[in-house]
């Protein structure tokens, strides 16, 4: 989301940025990251897709850089899941972590997710699937690498001189939260039909545990999604896939519209393609390759905020993969629609 900036570096980007993004009237001083391929890790989207797969393992891996036109160091999101279904259960574990300016920004948390697929005909056409998820979150910041007011000095042309004393005071520098999310889907699940559509809903931080690197009474707020669309199958070699999400935490919020095209090439390989939009923040274009037990998918978001002056239009740079074992016994679970 917007207000995406904690810690930088002064420089002459960097100042700028810091000043548009605290005069933004959406920017909060606590908000997550996110992500433009924020489908691709289930987990991470929705605790309610953990497990609601046609296959017996999920293994997802994901990294996104943004930011490097105007940081003096990118921000960067990586992440790494997996999860299985156990009869009407789904098991997961995700591990993600974040990074962001010279000061080294760093947040790490694993989550153990639970999913239960509940099925409300006997065709086991139309499900809803619930989840939850619960772990632990680890924050750092390292001021050694940041550079105050008081180290600046005219020497130079003008320069700060880290061997000067900051003059602040600092409280912790590592903080340990736990972290609570929920959600629900509902998928129609039916084969060889020309239209699913899936719908869901989730929240995160439920406990709005208490976060702050000093004694301040300072709440994580409550994030949450709405996410939806439908997988068109328009012949046997198209499939078009028109999805959208809007996301809210504290008074920040975005809404993203997505029209992916899959298109069948040959031996179960599909080619994937599709504009994003972002409101008020990017354009994003996506393209990936299915093949098999294989997916890879790679975006690039192209600025249009008001930092565009800045940053020369340029984004951020996303690459996920996925890799689904398939099951090897006939009549598997009923095929959750890719969101």
Not at 195 to 214: C, D, I, M, R, W
Not at 253 to 272: A, F, G, P
Request: hydrophobic share 35%.
């Amino acid at each position: 989301m917007k207000g995406y900036l904690h810690i930088i570096k002064f420089s002459s980007a960097g100042l700028l940025l810091a000043i548009i993004c605290l005069l933004s009237p959406k920017t909060v001083n606590s908000q997550d990251f996110h992500l433009s391929q924020y489908d691709a890790p289930p987990l991470f989207l929705n605790p309610a897709m953990t497990g609601m797969f046609d296959g017996k393992l999920r293994v997802h891996a994901h990294y996104r850089t943004q930011w490097a036109a105007v940081a003096s160091k990118p921000f960067t999101t990586t992440g790494l899941s997996l999860d299985m279904p156990v009869k009407k259960f789904g098991a997961g574990l995700q591990i993600m972590n974040y990074r962001a300016g010279a000061g080294n920004f760093n947040v790490l948390s694993a989550l153990l997710s639970v999913g239960y697929d509940v099925v409300f005909d006997k065709d086991k056409n139309h499900h809803l699937a619930l989840g939850i998820q619960g772990g632990i979150v680890h924050k750092t910041v390292d001021v050694n690498k940041l550079t105050y007011g008081n180290q600046y000095t005219t020497a130079n042309n003008g320069t700060f001189d880290t061997n000067l004393p900051s003059g602040e005071t600092f409280g912790n520098v590592s903080i340990l939260n736990h972290d609570i999310n929920a959600g629900f889907l509902y998928y129609y699940a039916k084969e060889n039909v020309r239209v699913n559509p899936f719908v869901g809903f989730s929240a995160f931080h439920l406990t709005q545990p208490k976060e702050s690197f000093y004694d301040y009474n300072n709440k994580l707020p409550l994030r949450y999604y709405i996410h939806g669309g439908l997988k068109i199958n328009v012949n046997e070699k198209i499939q078009l896939l028109p999805k959208a999400i809007y996301m809210r935490e504290l008074n920040a919020s975005e809404h993203t519209v997505t029209l992916l095209l899959h298109y069948y090439l040959k031996d179960d390989t599909y080619l994937i393609f599709g504009p994003t939009y972002r409101s008020n923040d990017a354009g994003i274009i996506e393209l990936g390759l299915k093949k098999g037990q294989y997916t890879c998918r790679v975006s690039y978001d192209v600025n249009t905020s008001t930092l565009k002056e800045v940053s020369n239009h340029r984004g951020g740079f996303e690459i996920s993969f996925t890799y689904i074992a398939r099951r090897s016994k006939p009549n598997p679970l009923a095929n959750c629609p890719r969101l």
